[in-house]
Every structure is written in C-alpha cells, then in structure tokens.
Nanobody
Framework: QVQLVESGGGLVQPGGSLRLSCAVS????????MAWYRQAPGEQREWVAT???????NYAESVKARFTISRDSAKNTVFLQMNSLKPEDTAVYYC????????????????WGQGTQVTVSS
C-alpha cells in the first residue's frame, strides 16, 4: 500500500526558514509527480508546488521566489524549502503524489499524506 509521510513542520518567526520532507513508500511502479498543498484554518486547501518525474517545477504565485521544491528520486522523497516565511504561510502542509502501483495494471492514483503543521508567528 502506498503511504506518504510528511515531516519538518514547526514554529518559526517571520522571515525564518523551514524545510519539509515527504517520503513515499509502499508498492510503487512509477511516480508521475509529487506536490505540496496547504490548508489554513477555515480556508480551502490550496496547491503550493509540483515537481514531475522529469524534474520540471511549478509554483503558486504566492510562494514564488521564496519556496523551492526538490526531490530525491532514489528515496522517493520530495522536499519543500521555505524561506522568508510570512504569517500568511501558516497552514497544515500536505504532500500529494500521483503513483502507478502496479507494472501489470495501468491504474494511476493520487495519494495524500497526513500533513505537517507550519506556524509562522512572532
């Protein structure tokens, strides 16, 4: 079974930095992309950044030039380096990945992690 586990969240002051990690484990034949989302209290979950198998990246306008998504393909792990953090970055950050679990079956599913809390406050 495919599982995603996030880590690295915590409390940081405005202007500070955090690095989030998400490890994908289980039955994996191929990973098509990995992404980060976030959800602030009382708000809708929003997309933050994506990285594909080929290494191409995309970012939400609100985090461009401050956040960097990267990956360690050998470990099926995605990272989110967050710099110049602002109070509005406070949210639960979720990892998501599109995975093909089985070589003999072309089914592709997306999977979510449980989330990690990021709080930016002075």
């Amino acid at each position: 079974q495919v599982q995603l586990v996030e880590s690295g969240g915590g409390l940081v002051q405005p202007g500070g930095s955090l690095r989030l990690s998400c490890a994908v484990s289980g039955k994996i034949f191929s990973i098509y992309w990995m992404a980060w989302y976030r959800q602030a209290p009382g708000e809708q979950r929003e997309w933050v950044a994506t990285i594909t198998t080929e290494g191409s990246t995309n970012y939400a306008e609100s985090v461009k030039a401050r956040f960097t998504i990267s990956r360690d393909s050998a470990k099926n792990t995605v990272f989110l380096q967050m710099n110049s953090l602002k109070p509005e970055d406070t949210a639960v950050y979720y990892c998501r990945s599109k995975v093909r679990p089985d070589m003999s079956r072309s089914t592709v599913n997306s999977y979510w992690g449980q989330g990690t809390q990021v709080t930016v406050s002075s």
